[in-house]
């Protein structure tokens, strides 16, 4: 019995792209249905429609047998559709309670009947086993915990449908499983769900069916068991993805970035990176690995010349970097793709063009004489489009109008293309899709054996053992191994050094740091 | 300096303190609200001349102070209207919006001064009223303090009991709730179904009734006149002691009580002879001070 039905829904935007063209999506009352599909295939956008945040130009919603228009979100609550958004919709500084509620608040006679409120939450947490404080404000909570809240919020709306878009994006991999647990009690309980993602593998572990959707239409819906992750991903980009990356063994040569006993605390003296020493070499690939929040952040923002270092010191190209400005760690070779690409990355209302040259303003071939050359900035643009395959309409467009994976692109058609000697990669290929991810992999790979450094971050265990000749492993702060043999090492050995279990000999850790 | 300390430890300084915060607090809580839904509202300066003068024209004609009150108010909720207007549903700049409006306020006051009684600078051919002073019984009776406390303007207990209903207000109603969560979240409160636009529109006409107050307090209580540009920054000054008060209605009470002081202390100088151009620069003075040692402080916690 389907539960809910989308006929034929088109949604045209401005700049005249189909998000989505025709599309027939169904789903059973009581599953866990995929959506899968590159970045810019329109599931956000078939998701924005349903949940009335966007009005398709054509096309029929059919929920339980009736037909239903939505004019706003509040609509699709009302009829029991809940969505739990990739970027969290909580209020910093009210309680979980409160941020429950909000907009459904219970009322005394001129205020909020916190009781009630506090006890109607209550119940519902303990109903579906989602253990969280109650009275906490929303930003002291961790990010598996903010998922929690979210879901809490759609159930408490009365929602018996849920979308969630890209939960495990953020999520550890124990937050992962935990998300597992409780999505599928919810299943149990006749809920359905919609779960957005680009993990092919949580796909195959969790969901009933899936549906996958390219360039705006869905091509296909299938019973998950019937399909193997490579049938998924072919069906998504619609060719063949190996899945792995063809790599040579690693030539390493001279030490690019050197640090020593690196330390430093945050406000609360809590110490953050706590004594970290490693060198990247010409011509390798060094992953750093570690659950999220034990110094990988800081640390790199160290090297980037983001944060100072309290103590230690680190040298890139030979010389310290206690005093350097970014912009000449740039000029002499340092390449950054950060984390945050929204933030750091690009500037999102800015053109392709703008955001490509950038970091390039001081290069004389984009200049005619003593002034920029829109000439040759579009020539050099254009390349770079065409080199990096970004799918946009022209190198004019904002970057905001692209899609996640495009938006990597132009971050990495820039800091690729810099004739950098050292490149530091944060979560190169988080949220985007398996295509971009692809491409990206086998740039790293190619720069690396064209004598680059590269330093690559990563919660992603595959593309970390994948990609990189030797990993580090951060726990606390400090490294807990440093793993020559990538090839060797299990995930369930790195996790355990992630977690702390297990921690190498002094002597192992100190190989990290090559003298030469 | 034995003048200076002789000065400030009096009945009658202390007294005078509370007298002048009444307007600074009132436009700090005019902010305050306006800030925690997310719009900072700098238009307050506009908003409390042009509801002086609304006062003292209502007053005289209506031959009544409360009923002048009353319109003061009315005047500054339509004003902040105009904000909420162009701000919220025409999507103009809020700064600029608000510097034009200030401007504005600035102009048509004397214009609207000059119709009426022909004068452009002061409106002392109309028989405007003067709130009461109000006497506490009991408390009047305490020595010292009760000189200090009791036998204030209406609008300074109003003032201090508005920092009280606000904080209750944004804490325990639901549009009170909603205003700091469209402040620190517009998106929450989006996807939860409430217009951010119309939440955002409340708090600015609570805005203005508030900067409303404290325009009346100028032109009724503070003096018994409208005179051009008489609030002379205290809208200005508000957006500093709301910005010391980290926006927290209690804070923002004692900051305002700091600018208070300092203006106080700015009229005082000025008995023991020191120049009056060298007095005046106090308060402002001690704005940019304030400000400066806020920023440092807000760049120190952000060092992470």
């Known amino acids: 019995m389907d539960i809910l039905q989308m006929n034929e829904i088109s949604k045209v935007y401005g700049n005249g792209i189909y998000a989505n063209r025709r599309v027939n999506f169904s ?27 966007e009005k398709p130009d054509s096309g029929q919603i059919i929920v339980k047998g009736t037909p239903v228009s939505f004019q706003s979100p509040q609509d699709a609550m009302a009829i029991g559709i809940g969505m739990v958004h990739q ?7 009210l309680s979980v309670t409160e941020n429950v509620t909000l907009g459904f608040e219970p009322m005394g006679k001129a205020f909020i009947d916190r009781k009630t409120a506090r006890k109607k939450v209550q119940e519902l947490s303990d109903t579906f086993d989602l253990k969280i404080d109650l009275d906490m404000p929303a930003s002291k909570l961790a ?69 996958v959707m390219r360039r705006g239409e869905l091509v296909a819906s299938v019973n998950t068991e019937d399909v193997s992750e490579e049938e998924i991903s072919s069906m998504m980009i619609g060719g063949g993805y190996s899945g792995h990356i063809v790599k040579s063994p690693a030539v390493p040569k001279e030490n690019l970035v050197e640090i020593k006993d690196v330390k430093w605390k945050d406000r609360n003296s809590v110490p953050v990176v706590n004594g970290v020493t490693f060198s990247v070499r010409a011509g390798e690939i060094v992953g750093i690995a570690g659950v999220e929040g034990n110094g990988q952040d800081e640390l790199i923002e160290m090297i ?37 690409r929204m933030t750091l990355g690009v500037a999102t209302s800015m053109s392709i063009e703008n955001n490509l040259i950038s970091t390039k303003i001081n290069d004389p071939s984009i200049y005619s004489g003593k002034l920029l050359s829109a000439s040759k900035i579009a020539q050099l643009s254009a390349k770079l489009v065409s080199d990096f395959r970004i799918k946009c309409g022209s190198s004019k467009t904002e970057v905001s109008m692209l899609s996640g994976g495009n938006i990597q692109k132009v971050v990495v058609a820039r800091e690729f293309t810099q004739n950098a000697r050292l490149i530091i990669a944060e979560q190169p290929t988080r949220g985007i899709d398996v295509g971009a991810a692809e491409f990206i992999h086998n740039k790293l790979v190619e720069l690396r054996d064209s004598g680059c450094g590269v330093l690559l971050v990563s919660a992603d265990l595959d593309e970390l053992t994948k990609l990189s000749d030797s990993i580090i492993v951060l726990h606390n702060g400090q490294i807990s191994a440093y793993i020559e043999n990538v090839s060797a090492v299990s995930e369930i050995e790195l996790g355990h050094y992630m977690l702390g279990v297990n921690k190498q000999s002094a002597s192992d850790i100190g190989r990290a740091y090559h003298t030469k | 300096m034995e003048t200076l300390v002789s000065l400030i430890f009096t009945t009658d300084f202390i007294s005078s303190v509370i007298r002048v915060t009444t307007p600074i607090l009132l436009a700090t809580m005019a902010v305050l609200v306006s800030s925690r839904a997310g719009v900072l509202n700098i238009s307050i300066e506009g908003t409390m001349l042009f509801s002086a003068l609304m006062g003292v024209v209502g007053s005289s004609y209506t ?12 005047s500054g909720v339509a004003f902040s209207y105009l904000l909420a207007f162009f701000h919220l549903r025409l999507k103009t700049d809020v700064i600029l919006t608000g510097i034009a409006l200030n401007l504005f306020s600035s102009g048509f006051t004397v214009f609207l001064l000059f119709m009426l009684t022909g004068d452009k600078g002061v409106s002392t051919k109309l028989a405007s009223k003067v709130l009461p002073n109000i006497n506490i019984p009991f408390i009047e009776d305490i020595p010292v303090l009760g000189k200090i406390i009791s036998g204030q303007n209406f609008l300074t207990y109003a003032a201090v009991i508005s920092v009280i209903a606000l904080h209750i207000f944004l804490r325990k109603t639901r549009t009170g709730t909603y205003i700091r969560a469209v402040g620190e979240s517009p998106e929450a409160v989006a996807t939860a179904g409430k217009s951010v636009n119309n939440i955002r529109q409340t708090a600015l006409l609570i805005s203005g009734g508030l900067a409303g107050l ?26 500093a002691a709301e910005a010391m008060g980290m926006s927290n209605p209690f804070l923002s009470f004692l900051a305002s009580l700091l600018f208070g002081f300092a203006d106080a202390l700015s009229n005082n100088l000025q008995l023991i002879n020191i120049p009056s151009e060298l007095t005046r620069v106090v308060p402002y003075l001690l704005t940019i001070i304030a400000l400066a040692i806020y920023a440092a402080r807000a760049k120190a916690k952000s060092k992470s």
């Not at chain 1, 970027?87 to 500084?93: D, E, K, N, T």
């Not at chain 1, 998922?147 to 969630?164: C, D, M, P, S, T």
């Open chain 2, 63 to 74: 031959g009544s102070a409360w009923l002048g009150l009353l319109i003061a108010v009315i």
């Open chain 1, 27 to 53: 789903v059973c009352e009581g599953e866990i249905h995929a959506l899968v599909g590159e970045n810019g295939a329109g599931k956000s956008t078939l998701m924005k429609v349903l949940f009335g945040l």
């Open chain 1, 304 to 340: 980037t010349g983001l944060k100072r270092y309290d103590s230690g010191e680190i040298q890139m190209f030979g010389s310290s970097i206690k005093n350097e400005e970014i912009s000449s760690l740039r000029e002499r070779g340092m390449s950054y793709i950060p984390s945050d």
């Open chain 2, 214 to 239: 404290g325009g009346a307090f100028m032109s009724m209580a503070y003096l018994s006149m409208f005179t051009k540009d008489m609030i002379a920054g205290r809208g200005f000054i508000a957006l």
């Open chain 1, 87 to 93: 970027h969290f919709m909580l209020v910093p500084s």
């Open chain 1, 143 to 211: 990010v598996g915990i903010k998922q929690k809240v979210e879901i809490l919020k759609a159930l408490y709306r009365g929602a018996r449908i849920l979308i969630l878009d890209e939960p495990t994006a953020v999520l550890t991999p124990q937050e992962t499983v935990e998300l597992f647990i409780q999505l599928k009690a919810l299943k149990e309980k006749g809920f359905t769900v919609i779960f957005i993602s680009h993990k092919l593998r949580e796909i195959k572990q969790l969901t009933d069916r899936v549906s």
